[in-house]
C-alpha cells in the first residue's frame, strides 16, 4: 500500500469536485507499482449514472492494456466503492482494493447505498424496483447458442 497513490485519489475526487462534474469520488489503478490510470467521479459531467471514478479508471486502465483482465492490478478508492463499482472491480479480477473512508462515512454525506445493499440482501420492494420475471425462449436460445459458440471468450 503506498499513501502516494491515495494522495493521487484525493487529487483526482478534488479536482472532480472543483469541476462539478460529480461528487467526491476518486480512483486510482496500479499495476506494478506504477499508475496505470487514474480517474474522478463524473456522473454529472456526463449524466451518466456509472461514471463513478472506480468504473471510469477501470475503462481507462482496460483501454491502455487492451483487455478486460487487470489481473495484478490495484484499486486505491477515496471511498469504500458502492455495490456497483464492487461488482465492476470483481469482473475486471481486480483482488486488492485500498479505500479512504467508510460506506457510513459516505452516507453521512448524502450518499447511502444501503437500499442497494439491502436489495442485494432481501430483495427489492416493489416500491423501489419492480422485476418481473418473463418467459422468453429467445432469451433462453442466446444462452444455449453461447454455450455451443466455439470461438467464445469468457470473461
Given amino acids: ?20 462534474e460529480g461528487g467526491p469520488f476518486g480512483a486510482v ?6 499508475v496505470l490510470s487514474k480517474a474522478h467521479n463524473k456522473v454529472l459531467g456526463t449524466n ?25 492490478c490495484e484499486l486505491y478508492a477515496t471511498t469504500m466503492p458502492c455495490p456497483m463499482c464492487l461488482s465492476a472491480i470483481c469482473w475486471a479480477r481486480i483482488r486488492k482494493v485500498y479505500y479512504g473512508t467508510s460506506t ?12 442497494i445493499y439491502d436489495i442485494l440482501k432481501k430483495g427489492a420492494s416493489p416500491s423501489v424496483l ?21 470461438d467464445k471468450m469468457m470473461y
Avoid at 1 to 20: H, P, T, Y
Avoid at 29 to 34: E, S, W, Y
Avoid at 48 to 72: C, K, T, W, Y
Avoid at 138 to 150: F, H, M, N, Q
Wanted: charge should be negative; aromatic fraction near 4%.
Fill in 1 to 20: 500500500m503506498s499513501d502516494n497513490f491515495m494522495e493521487i485519489a484525493v487529487e483526482e475526487a478534488r479536482k472532480g469536485m472543483q469541476n462539478n
Fill in 29 to 34: 489503478i496500479v499495476k506494478d507499482g506504477k
Fill in 48 to 72: 451518466d449514472p456509472s461514471a463513478h471514478a472506480e468504473i471510469v479508471a477501470i475503462r481507462e486502465a482496460s483501454s491502455i492494456l487492451e483487455n478486460f483482465d487487470l489481473s495484478g
Fill in 104 to 115: 457510513d462515512e459516505v452516507a453521512s454525506i448524502g450518499f447511502d447505498d444501503g437500499m
Fill in 130 to 150: 419492480e422485476k418481473t420475471n418473463v418467459e422468453c425462449e429467445g432469451c433462453r436460445k442466446l444462452l444455449d447458442e453461447w454455450e455451443e459458440k466455439p
